[in-house]
């Protein structure tokens, strides 16, 4: 490998990180803007770092010589395994990625008050923690639901204003009592 390769090859090391914390950056300020917990803005900033530095290493065969046939195969062939593998764990993949479009697209916030309108299984209660897998909501009994990101970002949402009136004090209110 000549001088102009590894000028070439520090360029884009430099490049990747430079991206790198430039990706970061801008993450950790829009999870701040979207009061979103570090820990998802941190997880968002790996995710999208990984990935550059794939393509960065993909620049750098190139750049030291290596066959664009031997790279394509080599890179094909761990995406095919990668996505064997993820299909036969595709609820796992399938939250991972709903968690980044809930990241980016979302319009409840923690600390929201939210029915998710489900059927039989619809649920109601405060958003207590979105995470990479699921989002915990706590109910009026203080239980807490994990509900799968994926379906989260299938069902109907409805962000309530408020806190919901307890059922008996209404009822007794409609009687003339109280």
Do not use: C
């Amino acid at each position: 490998m000549d001088l102009y390769n590894w000028i070439l090859s520090g360029i884009a090391v430099a490049g990747y990180i430079l991206v790198a914390n430039l990706i970061s950056s801008i993450l950790a300020d829009l999870g701040k803007r979207k009061k979103a917990a570090p820990k998802r803005a941190k997880y968002i900033s790996k995710v999208f770092n990984f990935l550059l530095a794939i393509l960065t290493l993909f620049g750098l065969f190139i750049i030291w010589g290596y066959d664009y046939h031997n790279i394509f195969v080599v890179g094909s062939s761990l995406l095919a395994i990668g996505g064997v593998a993820l299909f036969a764990q595709w609820s796992i993949l399938s939250n991972l990625t709903a968690s980044i479009v809930i990241f980016f697209n979302y319009p409840s916030r923690i600390g929201d008050r939210i029915r998710i309108l489900d059927g039989e299984n619809s649920v109601e209660g405060v958003i207590l923690d979105i995470n990479m897998f699921q989002v915990l909501i706590e109910d009026d009994n203080k239980n807490v639901v994990n509900y799968p990101n994926n379906l989260l970002i299938q069902k109907p949402l409805v962000k309530l204003s408020g806190k919901k009136e307890p059922v008996v004090e209404k009822v007794a209110e409609d009687n003339g009592e109280g």
